[in-house]
Every structure is written in structure tokens, then in C-alpha cells.
């Protein structure tokens, strides 16, 4: 670990779960008619391969400080029925407006906490779901459970709707950062619902740890990740905290930012968990994500099918994915649209029978071979670059310092993340970036890249 590279590169940048990132979509947003019809063609172009679902569940009964998602946070579990119903409807719009009856390959429920919701609710919602639907024939259902309220109920009516995926959200072990991100969750919890999801028949069970938090140390770190291979989950993602109180508010504000580990020291963090599942046979994948070669996710980085999006990592790319839910986000490959990001907003706006999006971004021909280029790196850690020769110069100006510092190789329009380079890898997306150069930021909009 290059400490001297760490400080020279560890700077604010986009994650890259889509390109334009959500900050440089089109101001004026998308009009309705762009997204209905970039969507049409998508679904026409792609029909036999499916689609994407992503379900937005957005409560939790606590507030977890270290989170960045959009939530709501409430004891009252009457919000269940209401949201469930306005959800089918704002899916019965969609199913109304597609030409034919559309075919899903995958679902993910997200959040918020998805096992806040009753085992009736949530088979209410995919029988909902499924019953305005086709299924591929290989598809791929996952859901996120919180280890403290995901129950063998839960488990088994979801494994019986045809899911096979869950991840669970650890963090940390460590009952200081517990403390202070307000998670407080022992392994016991964690062990009961991981044995619970192999008994039942779950094919891959996924472990979320963050790297970063406050109070956290490398003793602490090795105690986590001791015990998590311990139980050997199938995948696991390593996420690097991304501190962004200006953008969350207090959410963000539950610990003293001295308390967080930096620059360097966050990255040692780091170094020392991927030697850690290296040493117990996890294969890196991508950014931030490790997997037993048995995964699918290591098949698909082999094979070449891994494709990253709004829900992370995946084994295969559909074409469309459809959100459903307050602030989901939605992808037609050609455009982006991120529903109303207030409970009452989403609502409101389905009760008039509207799809309940309140901004987007139609992607120009530029922004589509961006896109490719930066969805390579992200996944394969080298493109091919397709652009004219003048923006391949550019480009190539901007990768020199990385080049010379040996983290990436160009040869020809070939462009390769070295070993010593993937750490940097959102630093060499953001080469691609055009929008990023075209108009830095005079505010703070991202975390920091290491």
C-alpha cells in the first residue's frame, strides 16, 4: 500500500452506479414522453431477455448513521398496507403502458428495510407482482435482511416466491462502532439468520461490511472478518463508508468526524480484509465486492456478464429496470428516472394514475459510449476506447499521471487497471467523466475515492 498515492489520489468522485451521475443529470430533468418512449424501445429491443425489477421498501424502525439510503424511519407498521397497495398500482401503470406482458429476470427489494414488512405483505407484494407477469426462465430474485428482524418466516415465504439471494447488512462487530452508528447487532443474530438462509435452500447468501467508520482499527477489523468467514457467505461486499453529511444531514452527524479513520489509515482497513479473503479463497470482483469461485458473480466476471447498476453488482445485464417505490430509480439503458423522492409525493402522484418520476436524464450518443466505456472498467477493468481520436487524446492526457504511477497500461486504445491500479479505479472512470470536466463541482457532491 502506497501511502503517497493515497493522499495524491484520494479526492471526491462518483461511485459509478450510472454514467452522467445522478448530480450532472440534465437540469431541465426528462419529460414524460422521452421516458415512456427510450423505454418502449428498450423493452421491444431486449423483450426475450426480461427485465429488471427494483422494489424501494423504505422503512426502518431506527436510524443507522453511517446509512445514505433513502428511508423512513417509523415504529408504525400500519404504513405497511398503503404503501404495498400504491406500490401494485404504480406496477399496474407500467403493465398498462407496455406494449405486452413483460417478462422479469430479476427482483431485488431493497431499502429502507425490506423485513420490516410482514411475511403477508411481502407476498402479497411479488404474488402482485408475478401475477401481472412472465418469469424467465433463468431468473434471479435477492432481497436485503436486517439480521436483527429477519425471521425463518420471512426466509421461507420469500424462498417460496422464487427467492435464492439475500444479503445482510453486518457493518462491523466491533460494539464501539456498533454504538456509534446506531446498529447495534451481534454475531449471534447474524449466524442464526446465515444458517437459517442455508437450511432453507438459499443458493447465495451475501455479507455487507463497511470499511472506514468511526472508532474502527485493524484489530477490529480482523475480529469482523474472522468472523465472517467463519460462515463463509458466498459473497461479500466491502464498502468503503461514504461520508456525506451535506448531502444526508443529521443522519450523518452521529459521531465526531475525528472519530473516522483516514486517508491511509481507512485504506490499511481495506488492504487488510482483501488479504484476509484472499486467505480464505475469495476472489476479488469489481470494486469492492469478493465472491467464492462456486458464486455466480465470479462465473459472470469470467464469462464477461457482470454489469453494474443502481443495485450494485450483478451476474447479467437486462436492458430495462423498472423502480418501483418512493425514489426508485429506473433505467432504460437510454434514459434515467428516479420517482418522487417523498413518501406523500409518490403517493400522490400514482393515485392520479401518473408514473410518479420527477426527474431523469436522456443520454445523448455521448453519453451512451461514456457509459460503455466506464461500465468496462467498473466490471472488466479495461475498455476498448470507441470515441474519435481528439477525445482519445484527451483522455489519454488525463490517464498520463495514473499511467506513470503504474495504474493503468495503454496500449493502442486499450486501456488496462493494473493490480496496483484497481483501489484507484473510480479515479481512472473519472478520466471518462465529460461531465465531470466539463463542469467541476464548486460544491461538495462526492465521497472520497479511497
Not at 33 to 54: H, K, R
Not at 374 to 401: A, D, P, V, W, Y
Request: hydrophobic share 35%.
Amino acid at each position: 500500500m502506497n501511502t503517497e498515492l493515497i493522499q495524491k489520489y484520494n479526492v471526491p468522485g462518483p461511485r459509478y452506479t450510472s454514467y452522467p451521475t445522478v448530480p450532472y443529470w440534465n437540469e431541465k430533468g426528462i419529460g414524460i414522453e422521452d421516458w415512456e418512449s427510450t423505454l418502449i424501445s428498450a423493452f421491444a429491443e431486449s423483450y426475450e431477455d426480461g427485465i429488471s425489477l427494483y422494489i424501494h421498501l423504505p422503512f426502518c424502525e431506527s436510524l443507522c448513521t453511517f446509512c445514505g439510503c433513502h428511508k423512513k424511519i417509523t415504529k408504525r407498521h400500519e404504513v405497511e398496507d398503503p404503501y404495498i397497495e400504491t406500490v401494485l398500482k404504480e406496477w399496474q401503470i407500467y403493465v398498462d403502458f407496455l406494449p405486452i406482458i413483460p417478462r422479469i429476470k430479476e427482483i431485488h427489494l431493497g431499502g429502507g428495510t425490506p423485513t420490516f414488512f410482514s411475511t403477508s405483505n411481502l407476498d402479497r407484494l411479488i404474488s402482485g407482482i408475478l401475477d401481472r407477469a412472465e418469469v424467465t426462465e433463468e431468473y434471479e430474485f435477492s432481497f436485503e435482511g436486517h439480521p436483527n428482524n429477519t425471521s425463518k418466516e420471512h426466509l421461507q415465504t420469500l424462498y417460496d416466491l422464487g427467492f435464492r439471494r439475500v444479503s445482510y447488512g453486518v457493518q462491523d462487530y466491533d460494539p464501539k462502532v456498533q454504538l456509534a452508528i446506531n446498529r447495534i447487532q451481534p454475531f449471534e443474530n447474524v449466524k442464526r439468520v446465515h444458517e437459517w438462509s442455508k437450511e432453507i435452500g438459499y443458493t447465495s447468501v451475501n455479507h455487507d461490511l463497511v470499511f472506514g467508520l468511526p472508532h474502527q482499527t485493524k484489530e477490529g477489523i480482523k475480529e469482523t472478518i474472522d468472523k465472517t468467514n467463519e460462515l463463509r457467505p458466498d459473497r461479500i461486499a466491502f464498502y468503503s463508508y461514504a461520508h456525506v453529511p451535506w448531502i444526508k444531514g443529521n443522519g450523518q452527524r452521529g459521531f465526531n468526524e475525528k472519530d473516522l479513520p483516514k486517508d491511509h489509515e481507512k485504506r490499511a482497513l481495506y488492504e487488510l480484509g482483501k488479504q484476509m479473503f484472499y486467505d480464505n479463497d475469495y476472489v476479488e470482483i469489481g470494486m469492492d465486492h469478493f465472491a467464492l469461485r462456486s458464486d455466480s458473480l465470479y462465473e459472470a466476471m469470467q464469462i464477461g456478464t457482470l454489469h453494474r447498476n443502481f443495485m450494485g453488482y450483478t451476474a447479467g445485464a437486462t436492458k430495462v429496470m423498472i423502480g418501483l417505490g418512493m425514489s426508485a430509480i429506473s433505467d432504460s439503458w437510454y434514459s434515467f428516472a428516479q420517482n418522487e423522492k417523498k413518501l406523500e409525493d409518490y403517493q400522490a402522484r400514482v393515485e392520479k394514475e401518473q408514473i410518479p418520476i420527477f426527474r431523469g436524464h436522456l443520454l445523448s450518443n455521448t453519453d451512451l459510449m461514456m457509459r460503455k466505456q466506464i461500465l468496462n472498467i467498473m466490471c472488466r477493468f479495461e475498455t476498448e476506447f470507441e470515441g474519435s481520436e481528439q477525445m482519445f487524446r484527451k483522455i489519454k492526457n488525463r490517464l498520463s499521471e495514473l499511467e506513470e504511477d503504474g495504474l493503468v497500461n495503454i496500449a493502442g486504445r486499450t486501456i488496462k487497471v493494473t493490480e496496483a491500479g484497481i483501489p484507484f479505479v473510480r479515479n481512472v472512470c473519472m478520466a471518462f467523466d465529460l461531465k465531470l470536466h466539463q463542469n467541476k463541482p464548486k460544491e461538495r457532491l462526492f465521497s472520497q475515492t479511497v
